[in-house]
């Protein structure tokens, strides 16, 4: 008598190729959609908006 094992986390798809996602590699279908996500963050593809303050220096100069 197996039981099927707990899930962790809601199945979603996978931002890469929509297939559903594996518990394994989540959010990910596999470890090669993991893989183009990660190119694609040290490519550069993706940023996290940020809004940069004046330096101090700046402000003393005017």
């Known amino acids: ?10 199945r979603r798809p996978c931002p890469i190729c929509k297939k559903p996602s594996q518990q394994a590699t989540h959010p990910f279908c596999s470890t090669r959609c ?17 809004v940069e303050k004046p330096d101090a220096d700046e402000d003393e100069e005017t």
């Open 34 to 50: 993991a893989q183009v996500d990660l190119h694609r963050w040290f490519g550069e593809a993706y940023a996290v908006p940020v």
């Open 1 to 10: 008598m197996t039981q099927e094992p707990v899930r962790l986390r809601p």
